[in-house]
């Protein structure tokens, strides 16, 4: 079965500076979308990057950017200049030919001025 | 462009009363559609997604039920809440093809009394 793991429960991280959050999953498929959601005390879901498992090149959205490599099946997000903005938690998210979003438990993200 | 609304956004209700909570998407055509519960500090758990009208698969046993009438709408309704029913819902919406990454409402607070 598929799996997401996200082994850092909270992470904190001075303003201006990078941060990087850990996920990692668990398929036998070939072809699949890995996603990061983020989730601001408003609660509203916020989709920040995706990756698609056949793309060797690494996604980059403005400051957020992946690493991901498909054989170690580890897909962390990098979030550089840390903003205030950006306290939130973090979701990684799998989905393959199924249509359906496997979920990690959350990284709790603290900005700290 | 799309959007996706959910109403109500905060809900008090006593035990063993009936409840609705709806769903609308704009902007597109044919979305899946699905139903999340979060509970504080937690992840989602998919209860409910819907590939069209009046196609529903359920992910949870439980007392809620889901129901898609028109192609843009996703209701979720109990006949008797508990108190174990109270949580955060999330609707999402996603396009049924390619990465599928799904996009989420603002949420509907449910407190069970």
């Known amino acids: 079965a598929q799996t997401v793991t996200q082994s850092q429960p909270e992470m904190s991280v001075q303003e201006a500076e990078t941060v990087t959050l850990s996920c990692t999953y668990d398929t036998s498929e070939s072809d699949y979308y890995l996603f990061w959601y983020k989730q601001p005390p408003s609660r509203q879901m916020i989709l920040v990057i995706r990756q698609e498992a056949y793309k060797q090149q690494n996604a980059t959205e403005n400051r957020f950017s992946v690493n991901f490599q498909k054989a170690a099946k580890s897909f962390s997000l990098k979030i550089s200049d840390s903003q205030l903005g950006d306290a939130a938690m973090y979701f990684c998210?799998?989905?393959?030919?199924?249509?359906?979003?496997?979920w990690g438990a959350g990284t709790k993200l603290i900005i700290k001025p | 462009s799309q959007t996706i609304h959910q109403w109500p956004a905060t809900l008090v209700q006593p035990v063993g009363s009936p409840l609705s909570l709806e769903c609308t998407v704009e902007?597109?055509?044919?979305?899946?559609l699905y139903w999340y519960r979060q509970a504080a500090g937690r992840g989602l758990q998919l209860l409910f997604y819907?590939?069209?009208?009046?196609?529903i698969s359920s992910e949870v046993p439980q007392n809620l039920s889901a129901s898609r009438p028109q192609d843009r709408q996703f209701i979720l309704s109990s006949k008797k809440l508990l108190l174990s029913d109270s949580g955060f819902y999330l609707c999402?919406?996603?396009?049924?093809?390619?990465?599928?990454?799904?996009?989420f409402g603002p949420g509907t607070r449910l407190t069970v009394t």
């Open positions: 998210a799998y989905t393959d030919s199924n249509y359906q979003l496997i």
């Open positions: 819907s590939v069209g009208i009046g196609q």
């Open positions: 902007g597109t055509s044919n979305p899946n």
């Open positions: 999402a919406w996603s396009p049924g093809q390619g990465s599928n990454e799904q996009y």
